[in-house]
């Protein structure tokens, strides 16, 4: 089991200064298969309740330029992405640890993903609301997409906190109350990966994302450039199970080495 503290130790890096693409090239060089994500959101409906916890189906994107390809400069490819979560990582209480848990959570709905990192203001909250959007963060669509073309099955835990600003209470919410649930929700997602390390992986099915076949238009390998790009990228393209190969990822070096701190535990 890896685990990836995405902004740093001690919470120093803004969302928009994420470095996505070198942190799932880091989970594709441990060998990780599947990647169960926990991050901090708003709830836009009124039954996701503070300390709720949401496994979502779907994003809707609201972010501003963000990098989330490993593609490009030469190198082609367009991965499908109609349905962005892989269900056997996240779409039950056993798989993602929360069989035993007190909280009450909820499966399905809609992640939308902010810029930050301000929040939103209170016509972009009322509208995500009328649109039938469920949760607001601000991290996780990139993760998703990028490990999407590196074949890694992914799905979001998504800890509630608080009620985004549409909520008439809103503005009584603390920094304080905020931080206490956030912690709170550490406790539970701790403890979901305790119980999921106990029981390990024996007799699981590869992921599913791994038999997905995308759309795609690449060159051959004859165009595909730079041999060192082509070493740095193996851990990616290296693959002979999966119905389709990434033609190419950008090389280790471009990613401007690891946005944040691995931990590996057996």
């Keep these: 089991m890896a685990f990836l503290a995405r902004h740093g130790v001690g919470h ?3 969302p928009s200064e994420l ?13 990780v298969e599947r990647i169960l994500s926990a991050s901090a959101v708003g709830s836009l ?3 996701y309740q503070p300390l709720d916890i949401v496994v979502p189906d779907q994003f809707f994107d609201r972010t501003e330029g963000r990098i989330s390809t490993f593609f ?4 082609v490819a367009h991965v499908a992405f109609a349905h962005p979560f892989c269900g056997d990582a996240g779409g039950d209480r056993r798989r993602c640890g929360c069989r035993r848990s007190a909280r009450t959570v909820h499966r399905g709905g809609t992640y939308v993903n902010m810029e930050g990192p301000q929040f ?6 009322k509208l995500y609301r009328s649109w039938g959007m469920d949760v607001i963060g601000m991290t996780n669509l990139q993760e998703a997409k ?6 890694i099955c992914y799905a979001t835990l998504a800890l509630v906190t608080d009620y985004d600003c549409w909520h008439p209470d809103h503005d009584s919410v603390t920094v304080d109350l ?5 912690m709170q929700n550490a406790v539970t997602r701790a403890a979901g990966d305790r119980r999921r390390r106990r029981r390990g992986s024996s007799g699981r099915e590869p992921a599913p994302a791994r038999t997905r076949s995308p759309r795609r238009s690449s060159p051959g390998p004859e165009h595909i450039p730079a041999s060192d790009e082509r070493a740095s990228s193996a851990p990616i393209i290296g693959q002979s199970t999966c119905q389709y190969r990434l033609a190419a990822a950008l090389a280790y070096q471009r990613c401007y080495g690891f946005a944040s701190r691995f931990s590996v535990q057996p």
Aim: charged share 30%.
């Design 178 to 182: 905020i931080v206490a649930n956030l």
């Design 146 to 151: 990028l490990a999407r073309e590196a074949e």
């Design 19 to 31: 470095n996505f693409r070198a942190n799932i090239y880091g989970f594709k060089v441990l060998g």
């Design 72 to 75: 490009g400069r030469g190198i």
């Design 12 to 14: 120093r890096l803004l």
């Design 120 to 125: 939103s203001t209170l016509a972009e909250s």
């Design 45 to 47: 409906k009124e039954e």
